[in-house]
């Protein structure tokens, strides 16, 4: 059994199309983070190629904006321990990351509006912030 777990938390009142993106987003960074978390190239029995997916489950549950904004302030006393990737509406109302950084830094904290959250680290920790969550469906 592994000691550490990833989970994925979404607002669960965004539209169908945010969410799957929120999720995609979230997914990405936390593979970039941790390639190892991405199996080898696999062949079917032609022997056709598969790329590499996930090693581990990853869990999307569900939250709300306010869940979730409670839920990353409680994170930063376990940060570095704990991989936390945040994903704002910030990100969404801008067309490039340039802009998206600028409006990140000038947006007050308090203002924030969380879409998703995505945890990776000792399963202790990710349970104690995510055990009581449904499952987004």
Same mark, same amino acid.
């Given at each position: 059994?592994?000691?550490?777990k990833c989970a994925i938390v979404i607002d669960q009142n965004l539209p169908m199309g945010l969410?799957?993106?929120t999720a995609g987003v979230l997914a990405l960074t936390i593979g970039k983070e941790f390639p190892e978390l991405i199996g080898h190239e696999l062949k079917d029995n032609k022997g056709d190629r598969h790329h590499g997916i996930t090693t581990i489950p990853i869990p999307i549950l569900k939250?709300?904006?306010?869940?979730l904004k409670e839920m990353r302030e409680a994170l930063k006393e376990y940060?570095? %321990? #704990?991989?936390?990737?945040?994903?704002?509406s910030a990100a969404q109302?801008?067309?490039?990351?340039?802009?998206y950084s600028?409006?990140?830094e000038d947006t007050p904290v308090e203002q924030l509006e969380y879409l998703g959250i995505a945890l990776y680290g000792a399963?202790?920790?990710v349970n104690k912030f995510t055990g009581n969550? %449904? #499952?987004?469906?």
């Open positions: 059994m592994s000691a550490t969410i799957a993106n939250g709300t904006g306010l869940s940060e570095p %321990g #704990l991989t936390v990737v945040d994903f704002t109302t801008t067309t490039n990351y340039e802009d600028k409006k990140l399963k202790k920790v969550l %449904g #499952l987004l469906r």
